[in-house]
């Protein structure tokens, strides 16, 4: 079984923002302070870099984050692996230590599943991009999604 870890790709280069969020909806209020892309450039430098790693058959899976958020990303990518979940670590998020917006916020951005033996190609190819990749959590095979606070070796 292939070893493979989960790695959170930022495009919006801004502060998690909850307006316009599903979560704002579901608490009956929309919310002025919205994501958006503060840097174009970065935003396609990002885009481009992922492009090169499909273009390099580097992904195992991939998810965006800006429907729902990065909880229901995680939760989407569990449901299609009926058999395993993953564990996750937060503690990478440095702009923030609130987990609302963390877990909700829906700020372009995707979520990737990358075998570990093709990280460090992974990692060239957004180096030379100049783009942010965190490295988020592992699948497990025990069918949860577990959020611990340690880092990730």
């Not at 280069?13 to 002025?32: C, N």
């Not at 599943?113 to 592992?138: N, P, S, T």
């Amino acid at each position: 079984k292939k070893r493979s870890s989960f790695y959170h790709v930022d495009f919006s280069f801004d502060e998690l923002r909850l307006g316009g969020s599903a979560f704002a909806q579901s608490l009956d209020k929309v919310g002025s302070d919205v994501p958006s892309v503060k840097n174009p450039e970065y935003f396609r430098a990002a885009f481009n870099a992922v492009q090169q790693l499909v273009k390099e058959g580097l992904l195992l899976a991939g998810h965006d984050i800006s429907a729902g958020g990065l909880i229901t990303c995680l939760l989407e990518m569990c449901f299609a692996n009926v058999e395993g979940g993953m564990t996750i670590c937060l503690d990478g998020f440095k702009n923030t230590n609130d987990l609302v917006k963390i877990l909700f916020a829906e700020n372009p951005g995707i979520i990737l599943q990358v075998a570990d033996d093709k990280a460090k190609r992974m990692y060239e190819i957004f180096d030379e991009a100049g783009v942010a990749c965190l490295k988020i959590g592992k699948p497990t095979d025990e069918r949860h999604i577990r959020v611990r606070s340690e880092i990730l070796p």
